[in-house]
Structures are given as C-alpha cells and as structure tokens.
C-alpha cells in the first residue's frame, strides 16, 4: 500500500507539470469567454460516499449510459476496501445483475464475450459475434441507440478515453464487421451526425476522414483548452486528445472534463443520449496491473459523481451505470483489507469472463430497468427504448 501512495504521488506532480506544460503551449486569442459550467478535474480523488436524491417518476428526457469497460462486482468491491469506504456507483438507488454472453459464446466459437459484441448488445438489443460493430451475425446492420435517440429529436454524445473509434464508442454507432478497422469506423463516425465524440486515437483522423468530418461540420480539438472554450451548442465536435490511448487517468481533458463539457454541450429542451466509458478498466486488469486498476474504477467514480450531481437538477434524466463484461477474474480473500487487494486477486490470466455484471440505476424511470434480479445486456437497449418511444409520437 505504502508503494501504491508514493506512486501516485509521484503520477501526480509529473501530470501536474505537464498539464501546466500543454496549457501555455495551446492558447486560442479568439475563443469566446462565458461563464463555465464545464469542471476542469484532472487531479484523481476519491470522490465521497453520497446517495443522490434524483427525479424519478418524470418521463425520461435524457438518458446517461456509464460503462465501465472489464467493472465486474468484484473489482468495485476491492475498489472500495481500497478506498476504506463506498463508491458514489454503489449508491444509486436500483439495482440488477446482467449476462453478457455473445453469439461466439452461444455457438461455441468462443469463452466469452469481447467489448463489440457485448457495446452491440447494449446499443442495439441484438446479438453478435465477437469482433463484430452495430451488425448481427450476418453482417447485417443493426439500428444503433444514437440512431435511435436522433429518430427521437434528441442531440447525442460518446465519450470515452480510448480510440473514438475504439469497440464500446463505435458499439453506439457504427456498422463494421471487424472492430480493428478503425479509419473506416471513424469515417462513419464523422459522418453519423453524433453531436459529441471525444476520445483519444488522433493517430485515425487524417486525410479523408479529416475531409468528410469538415464537410459534415465537425469542429475538431485536440487540447483541453480548446475543449474548454467551446460555447457553440449548435456545432458538431470530435475531440482527440492523444495519438494513442489516454491510459493515464490524470492526462488532461480528464473523464470528468470530457463528460462535463459534453452535459454543457448537449443539454437542450428535446433531451439527449451520452455514453460514458471508463475505457481503461479493463485494459489495466488485462495487463495484471491492480494499483492502475484502482486508479481506473476511481477515476470512473469520480465521473459518476459528476454525472449524479448534474442529474439531481436536471429532472427527467435516467443514469444508467454498468459494465460491458468483466476482466480478470478478480477473486478478493475472505476478510480482505487493502493491502490485500493485489495482482494476486486476478485469477483470469487478464481475459474475460462470463460472470455477471452489475447494473445500477437512478433517476427517471430507473426502477423499471432493476425489476427482474438479472436481466441480459440486450435490454438495456430495449428499455432505453422502451423509455424513449413517447417521443416518436
């Protein structure tokens, strides 16, 4: 535990200085100053146990879908003997547990499900193979829930801290056959008319991707400032923020940044969709790694408290928080404290497994998602659309 402090101490003061670093390299002499509403937090906390009081009996309007990627039950479980106390997740009012098998597992091609099948699932109601975006088994296309809610009225948003065209953000939009094509994705993506996409992955938008998203009207940004200095509610924004993945939790726009400018951005009368994603979850149980892991789940919850706060005095808002499947097979001893919750605690070798996840709910119409003790990832994507129909009258 000792270790794990000092390294994120460390981790601290060098993002600390980075950020100061990015900051004074990117000005913008003809941005437009407002009063902010966007939070700039790329400082990682613990965000305090609190049970949110929202709207929950008002027609759904907007709808807050929080993935965490690889978040099984027990690793928010050893996050919080870490943390000496409950996480913000842990206390929406309704709950449920969820399968997540896809249609490799049912035929036998596969152990368990990958994020495209399972991101399919939940934006589509629909099951795939694994490897497969926003298309069942045979290719064929599948309404995604950003088309869905854009059938609606309602503007739309994905944000996470992969790729854009990563397999949980394109599961809300795309139509591939093959997660891995990333430039031909975020081709689509730029010309799907979401409202909002902010990720990492700029290593994708070049030539004519660049070109169609400029045709489609997409402002691009690449800095936090420039995020920070959007006021256009009416304009279209793709955000990359790295080349790469944005792994570091603290690498500026933070989860919460992204997530609060993008409320800012989509907030209007007709209501909207956001997805959320804490990306790297996942990807630090994979690599074995508990302490980054920690770190991943924290700064997922300290979105999730963000996201809450919005909700309570945004009536008719539906916060949805679950994970796609869970990774690493985390196993926490009998009687655990925090030095116990160790790389000893994966017992998966870093892949997935079929456990069930847990989804928790608040806020309008939430109660209705957390009926049945378990329910299958494709009707998250039937009940937000059950929940929506009203406006396609």
Not at 298 to 327: C, R
Not at 377 to 388: F, P, Q, S
């Amino acid at each position: 535990m000792k270790k794990f402090i000092a390294v994120l101490v460390s981790a601290l003061m060098m993002i600390s200085f980075a950020a100061c670093s990015s900051d004074n390299k990117n000005t913008d002499n003809n941005s437009t100053s407002t009063e902010p509403t966007t939070v700039s937090t790329d400082k990682l906390e613990w965000s305090d146990y609190k049970v949110y009081n929202l709207d929950n009996d008002s027609k759904v309007n907007n709808i807050i879908l929080m993935i965490g990627d690889g978040m099984g039950e027990n690793i928010i479980k050893a996050t919080e003997i870490v943390k000496g106390d409950k996480l913000v997740m842990s206390g929406l009012k309704n709950k449920t547990h969820v399968t997540t098998y896809s249609q490799s597992v049912t035929e036998g091609e596969a152990k368990f499900t990958d994020s495209a099948a399972s991101a399919t699932a939940i934006s589509t109601g629909k099951k795939t193979y694994n490897g497969y975006i926003g298309v069942d088994k045979d290719g064929k296309k599948l309404e995604t829930i950003t088309e869905y809610a854009q059938k609606c009225g309602m503007k739309t948003g994905l944000v996470d801290r992969h790729y854009v065209p990563h397999a949980t953000p394109a599961g809300m939009v795309a139509h591939n056959d093959f997660r891995g094509a990333y430039r031909a994705i975020l081709s689509e993506m730029v010309q799907s008319d979401v409202n909002v996409m902010l990720g990492g992955g700029s290593q994708y938008y070049t030539g004519s991707i660049q070109e169609k998203a400029e045709k489609n009207g997409y402002k691009y940004v690449s800095s936090e400032k420039e995020l920070l200095d959007l006021t256009n509610k009416n304009e279209k924004v793709l955000g990359m923020f790295a080349y790469d993945n944005m792994k570091n939790p603290e690498l500026a726009p933070s989860l919460v940044t992204e997530t609060s400018k993008a409320l800012e951005l989509l907030e209007n009368d007709k209501g909207f969709f956001l997805m959320v994603e804490g990306s790297n979850i996942d990807v630090s149980e994979a690599e074995l790694d508990m302490e980054d892991t920690i770190k991943q789940v924290q700064a997922f919850d300290q979105t999730v408290d963000y996201v809450m706060n919005w909700a309570e005095s945004h009536p008719g808002t539906l916060v949805i928080v679950t994970a796609d499947h869970e990774t690493g097979g985390v196993k926490i001893p009998k009687n655990a404290t925090a030095e116990d919750i160790n790389d000893h605690c994966f017992t998966s070798g870093g892949d997935h497994t079929n456990t069930n996840v847990l989804l928790m709910a608040d806020g309008a119409k939430s109660a209705g998602i957390c009926k049945d003790k378990l329910i299958d990832n494709t009707d998250i994507a039937k009940y937000m659309r059950k929940v929506l129909k009203y406006k396609l009258k």
